[in-house]
């Protein structure tokens, strides 16, 4: 069964502009990763945010994680072409993760 | 060392055959993970070896599943009598221990076609 769940499920934007996606989860975490999946390939790791960290930035990357909320949000500024792929948001509780369903973004130049 | 690798990359078998995927995790890795996913979804675990032990297993992880991970190096994944229902992409992924703290470091996949 997935962590959770991920808002929107797809999303189209125009290159330049900013995607925001977020997540939710059901249990503790200890922290939240995400990452990126081009079409038909493995997964590749963009951020983790630990579950007492509120904010975190890497590059064009903007995670915020809410506790109290159990939620998540990834932001990615001006967006390119190449960022078109399936985002997952991941919850890590004891070594295992647990990976919500995607959202999949496009971006269109 | 170039990340994970996993092969074969494609496998296509008919209903019934036993198939058997390869992982070879980044050696300074010391856990390994098997995943699961199916089209339009996020990848479901299915196991994970810390070293040679395996560790933990998920109920997805049917009797006709089987892992191992010899001398804690590569991993296999062994699926008997196959049905339609694991068409799937079987990816690995290996970490550090206290792999929680780290990213995972995924494979490309291999991408299994039961016919």
């Known amino acids: 069964s997935q962590q959770g769940e991920e808002d929107p499920q797809a999303l189209s934007i125009q290159e330049g502009e900013n995607a925001t996606m977020n997540c939710s989860y059901k249990t503790s975490i200890n922290n939240l990763q995400w990452y990126r999946q081009n079409s038909g390939r493995g997964l590749v790791h963009l951020i983790l945010i630990r579950s007492n960290e509120r904010e975190k930035h890497s590059g064009r990357l903007r995670v915020t994680l809410d506790t109290s909320k159990k939620s998540s949000s990834l932001l990615i500024t001006a967006s390119r072409a190449a960022d078109t792929a399936s985002y997952f948001c991941?919850?890590?509780?004891?070594?295992?993760?647990?990976f919500g369903e995607g959202t999949q973004l496009t971006v269109n130049p | 060392d170039t990340g994970v690798s996993q092969d074969p990359r494609h496998k296509i078998t008919k209903r019934g055959q036993n198939v058997t995927f390869r992982c070879d995790p980044i050696s300074e890795h010391n856990r390994l993970y098997w995943y699961r996913q199916t089209l339009g979804q996020g990848p479901e675990f299915l196991t994970y070896?810390?070293?040679?032990?395996?560790?933990?297993k998920s109920r997805l992880l049917s009797d006709r599943f089987s892992a191992e991970r010899p001398k804690g190096s590569f991993s296999t994944l062994e699926i008997q009598r196959t049905e339609q229902g694991d068409s799937a992409m079987y990816l690995c992924?290996?970490?550090?221990?206290?792999?929680?703290?780290?990213?995972?470091?995924f494979g490309s996949g291999t991408r299994l076609t039961v016919v």
């Open positions: 070896f810390q070293n040679e032990a395996q560790l933990e």
């Open positions: 992924a290996s970490s550090l221990a206290g792999g929680g703290h780290y990213g995972y470091t």
């Open positions: 991941a919850g890590t509780s004891g070594s295992r993760l647990t």
